[in-house]
């Protein structure tokens, strides 16, 4: 709920261009997890983090290590399939058993 | 990749009726969970779930709510009674070593209360 603030709530693209997401935490987080939603609700695992980034294709996500107080998501050379919903949801350290969504951002790529 | 499966996809009941939705978790995963993504809303916690006992719940996860796997078998949320608030896309996820150490969440199952 409100420990999670994503940003922006929508986003579009034209195909080639490069974007970021990010989702701050008001409080510190233990691992943060980044999922794409589709048209049919599926939601698809993107990535884990529980410090540092990580890179698969032109997806690329990364979790301050610092302050672990946000998580950023770079899409380089947005793709039309690119299209969805995208949420965070992160761990916080006092309570490592619930997982806190952000509201999502929703990205449209087009031609 | 690994796959949850959720039956059914979308389930219609009458408002005070029981509803059980059913999860197929991944094979060799320890934890499951039920989020709850009402339209146009973020997705929210449930109830999380290991070794046949629930860890947490969240204040949504009302009494009249209840989770169990019996033998291993389908991970399942029954709702009894069923109130028009309970309308919602009901997800299931599960994680295999570590509780939120990689979900994978299944497609979700649309509850429609009338």
């Known amino acids: 709920g409100d420990q999670v603030e994503q940003s922006p709530s929508a986003l579009s693209l034209h195909e080639g261009t490069d974007s970021a997401l990010r989702c701050n935490f008001t409080?510190?987080?233990?691992?943060v997890q980044w999922f794409r939603q589709n048209s049919r609700g599926s939601l698809i695992s993107l990535f884990y983090?529980?410090?540092?980034t990580k890179e698969n294709g032109r997806l690329k996500s990364a979790f301050d290590s610092k302050e672990r107080r946000y998580s950023t998501l770079h899409i380089r050379d947005a793709q039309l399939e690119d299209s969805g919903t995208y949420f965070c949801?992160?761990?916080?350290?006092?309570?490592?058993?619930?997982?806190?969504f952000g509201s999502g951002t929703k990205l449209t790529v087009e031609p | 990749g690994p796959k949850v499966l959720q039956i059914p996809s979308h389930q219609i009941i009458d408002m005070g009726q029981m509803v059980t939705l059913n999860c197929d978790p991944v094979?060799?995963?320890?934890?499951f969970y039920w989020y709850k993504q009402i339209l146009g809303q973020q997705m929210e916690f449930l109830v999380n779930?290991?070794?046949?006992?629930?860890?947490?719940k969240s204040k949504l996860f009302k009494d009249q709510f209840s989770v169990e796997r019996p033998d291993g078998s389908y991970f399942t949320l029954k709702i009894q009674p069923t109130a028009l608030e309970d309308s919602a896309v009901y997800f299931c996820a599960s994680s295999p070593d570590r509780a939120n150490e990689r979900l994978f969440f299944g497609h979700g199952t649309k509850l429609s209360v009338l």
């Open positions: 949801a992160a761990e916080a350290r006092s309570n490592y058993n619930v997982l806190y």
């Open positions: 409080t510190t987080m233990r691992s």
């Open positions: 779930f290991y070794n046949g006992k629930v860890m947490e």
């Open positions: 094979s060799n995963h320890l934890y």
């Open positions: 983090l529980a410090s540092g």
